[in-house]
């Protein structure tokens, strides 16, 4: 409960970060924090298989192509904090993380898991004939997404 | 299956709201479609986590599966097609501010 609540929590604070930060590329990677922790959130609940597809495809490829897109259209915001705000920042964070790190290993008594302890209960979740439609789907989406960009991009060109 | 209490259920919808709102005020607030298209993926996530509740129900885990993995393709998608569309809209208006963009939709 403790943790799943830290988790949210995290994921909303990360989430302000990007309504407040003035700076592009500072929003988009706490746009990604943002994500993956909400991904972090299925891995608590074991499910693992969302955890990878959410990390993999939307964190892995989308949130990095968006971050990259951020810092090339990045404009230098006026700074509003003093850098010395750095040095409490930093002494807060690491006692922080001391005790939150004092916490789990004590009074938790947390195990490090293993890689057998993983298990896909999701493989087969839907019969094969269903599968390949949605394989199908999936395929019509993306030839359909991409008509749609080509057609953008040859409107621009005229 | 996950099991799953009503507090962590409650935990979970507070959270994808509030990360939903945030998203909403970003997009409102936005000046440039980069912005926008942070905003969006913000609203994404929300939406993944606003998924996790049905998990916990029995006979609907494995449909759950089916609809988090549509989602997260499709949501990827458009978010592809976005980007493309900044970049166009940068080609042309040499300009990505929201306030460059003055008319929507297509003629046939």
Redesign the interface.
Known sequence: MLLLSALAGIAVVFALGVLLSKDNFYSALYMAATLVFVATVYAFFNLQPVFVLILFVFVGAIGIVTVALAATYRSDPERQVSRLWAVPVAITAFFVSIAIATYCYSALNLQPVSSSAIEFELMNFIPLTEYMLIVVFLISLMVLLLLSVLKMSVGGRS | M?A?DI??VS??Y??AF??LL??Y??AI?SK?V??L???L??M???I??AL?PL?SVAHL??TA??I???T??????????L????T?L???KKD?HTSAITIGGDEL
């Open positions: 996950v799953m507090i962590s935990i979970i507070v959270a509030a990360i945030i998203g005020l970003a607030s440039d980069i912005r298209l942070i905003s993926e913000m994404f996530g929300a993944f986590m996790i998990f885990a494995n599966f089916g988090a993995l549509v997260i393709f499709a949501s990827s998608g458009e978010l592809l097609i980007i493309c569309a900044i166009i940068d080609r042309q990505i």
